[in-house]
């Protein structure tokens, strides 16, 4: 009798696993791709030119300007890579290249406006695009 | 369900930092007075409104003070102040009552309008002055100087002109400045049609700036384009397309990506199907 309820009470552990696991990737997919959105909206206000962050010629308030809008751009590639990665895992497909240079470019094109800000964005989304690939050979 | 609550607040409250943080706009010391200036008949800058050849009459005309302490606006002087453009320049005149104007105490008296530049919000660099030598004579000097870390230096080559006339108790200052001229250099600012710029307008009696100032204040004009003449230019007007269609894609790319999470259950469904 116990024996019974110890093999049922494995293998429930052992079906629930893998549920759970595709739950937090579905939550992940959701959350990340939340954030990305609202990255999105303050990149378009932000490098849109539809607001101004810090209206000043001083130089630090102009440096934090570009960081701010260089930051934005970054985060938005972590999260929909986060997110889209998610979704391919859920869907049993890899993350390919094509659809990291489309997340590439689209968070890039963003900064167009600010040669400085594509400057330092195309900087930082190379680090980042390097990171990854380090990360998976390993 | 408490985890599931407590993410959602966390959520929220990150949303709400990166919301807010895109609306801290520097501009806590205050809007200055702002106008928009049009086109009008071009004066004659001598210190006298012709009132027969009607000369300022299409100009924006404002009632403004001039304070000793800009952030304790009180006592000020009332001056009348009348704004115009006229291709190709920018017409701005500025007319008072003084008790005993004509006493030696304001001999040496001078009204100047220091620029700012579009993007350079209240940092004033260009300083345009009518300067009285002596005020009986009606002797005065246009004066157009650079500032440099609020040192005044002479432009080598000045542009614009002032002119001023005492008449009775009441004065008129007339200045004229360039509007897309970029002749000025970098001692100049350069006045563009469809930007807004600061103007500060600097009162004073003895002849030493800016310790000379006495009573200024801050006004903020918007140049009209010509009329006629595109209200925007064709580069900007590039950029703001560009814009609108870059960001459109992404935003489409993103709805569609938000509209394939809706239905990823039921694709993960298929897919084990």
């Given at each position: 009798?116990?024996?019974?309820?110890?093999?049922?009470?494995?293998?429930?552990?052992?079906?629930?696993?893998?549920?759970?696991?595709?739950?937090?990737?579905?939550?992940?997919v959701?959350?990340?791709?939340?954030?990305?959105?609202?990255?999105?909206?303050?990149?378009?206000?932000?490098?849109?030119?539809?607001?101004?962050?810090?209206?000043s010629?001083?130089?630090?308030?102009?440096?934090?300007?570009?960081?701010?809008?260089?930051?934005?751009?970054l985060?938005?590639?972590?999260?929909?890579?986060?997110?889209?990665?998610?979704?391919?895992?859920?869907?049993?497909?890899?993350?390919?290249?094509?659809?990291?240079?489309?997340?590439?470019?689209?968070s890039?094109?963003?900064?167009?406006?600010?040669?400085?800000?594509?400057?330092?964005?195309?900087?930082?989304?190379?680090?980042?695009?390097?990171?990854?690939?380090?990360?998976?050979?390993? | 369900?408490?985890?599931?609550?407590t993410s959602?607040i966390?959520?929220?409250?990150?949303?709400q930092?990166?919301?807010?943080?895109?609306?801290?706009?520097?501009?806590?010391?205050?809007?200055?007075?702002?106008?928009?200036?049009?086109?009008?008949?071009?004066?004659?800058?001598?210190?006298?409104v012709?009132?027969?050849?009607?000369?300022?009459?299409?100009?924006?005309?404002?009632?403004?003070?001039?304070?000793?302490?800009?952030s304790?606006?009180?006592?000020?002087?009332?001056?009348?102040?009348?704004?115009?453009?006229?291709?190709?320049?920018l017409?701005?005149?500025?007319?008072?009552?003084?008790?005993?104007?004509?006493?030696s105490?304001?001999?040496n008296?001078?009204?100047?309008?220091?620029?700012?530049?579009?993007?350079?919000?209240?940092?004033?660099?260009?300083?345009?002055?009518?300067?009285?030598s002596?005020?009986?004579?009606?002797?005065?000097?246009?004066?157009?100087?650079?500032?440099?870390?609020?040192?005044?230096?002479?432009?080598?080559?000045?542009?614009?002109?002032?002119?001023?006339?005492?008449?009775?108790?009441?004065?008129?200052?007339?200045?004229?400045?360039?509007?897309?001229?970029?002749?000025?250099?970098i001692e100049?600012?350069?006045?563009?049609?469809?930007?807004?710029?600061?103007?500060?307008?600097?009162?004073?009696?003895?002849?030493?700036?800016?310790?000379g100032?006495?009573?200024?204040?801050?006004?903020?004009?918007?140049?009209?384009?010509?009329?006629?003449?595109?209200?925007?230019?064709?580069?900007?007007?590039?950029m703001?397309?560009s814009?609108?269609?870059?960001?459109?894609?992404?935003?489409?790319?993103?709805a569609?990506?938000v509209?394939?999470?809706?239905?990823?259950?039921?694709?993960?469904?298929?897919?084990?199907?």
């Amino acid at each position: 009798m116990s024996k019974i309820k110890k093999e049922n009470l494995k293998s429930g552990t052992v079906n629930r696993k893998p549920k759970l696991k595709e739950k937090s990737a579905h939550r992940s997919v959701k959350l990340s791709a939340g954030i990305a959105g609202i990255l999105l909206i303050i990149s378009i206000s932000l490098n849109g030119g539809y607001i101004s962050l810090f209206a000043s010629e001083n130089i630090l308030l102009q440096t934090l300007d570009i960081t701010v809008k260089v930051l934005v751009i970054l985060f938005f590639f972590i999260f929909m890579t986060i997110s889209i990665g998610n979704y391919k895992e859920l869907t049993g497909k890899p993350l390919d290249l094509k659809l990291i240079v489309l997340i590439f470019i689209f968070s890039l094109v963003q900064s167009f406006r600010d040669s400085l800000v594509f400057s330092f964005s195309l900087i930082g989304l190379l680090i980042i695009i390097v990171y990854l690939f380090l990360i998976q050979e390993n | 369900m408490k985890k599931h609550t407590t993410s959602i607040i966390i959520f929220i409250f990150i949303a709400q930092i990166l919301v807010s943080s895109a609306f801290l706009v520097v501009k806590t010391y205050g809007t200055p007075i702002e106008f928009d200036v049009g086109f009008g008949t071009t004066p004659v800058i001598d210190g006298i409104v012709d009132g027969a050849s009607g000369e300022w009459d299409s100009a924006e005309k404002l009632e403004i003070e001039l304070f000793p302490d800009l952030s304790n606006q009180s006592d000020g002087l009332s001056i009348e102040l009348w704004v115009l453009q006229a291709e190709p320049n920018l017409y701005i005149l500025a007319r008072f009552d003084l008790n005993d104007h004509s006493s030696s105490e304001y001999n040496n008296e001078f009204l100047g309008i220091l620029l700012a530049d579009w993007d350079a919000d209240l940092d004033f660099t260009d300083a345009k002055i009518v300067q009285f030598s002596n005020m009986s004579t009606n002797a005065y000097s246009y004066l157009d100087y650079y500032i440099n870390d609020t040192f005044y230096y002479e432009d080598v080559n000045p542009n614009g002109n002032g002119a001023a006339k005492l008449e009775g108790n009441q004065i008129v200052y007339e200045f004229s400045m360039p509007v897309e001229s970029s002749e000025g250099g970098i001692e100049d600012i350069e006045l563009d049609h469809g930007d807004t710029f600061n103007f500060k307008i600097i009162f004073g009696k003895t002849a030493i700036y800016p310790s000379g100032i006495i009573i200024s204040n801050i006004i903020s004009i918007h140049l009209q384009f010509p009329p006629g003449a595109p209200d925007v230019p064709i580069g900007e007007l590039l950029m703001s397309i560009s814009t609108i269609v870059i960001f459109s894609t992404i935003g489409a790319f993103f709805a569609y990506y938000v509209y394939r999470i809706t239905r990823l259950k039921k694709e993960i469904e298929r897919i084990r199907s």
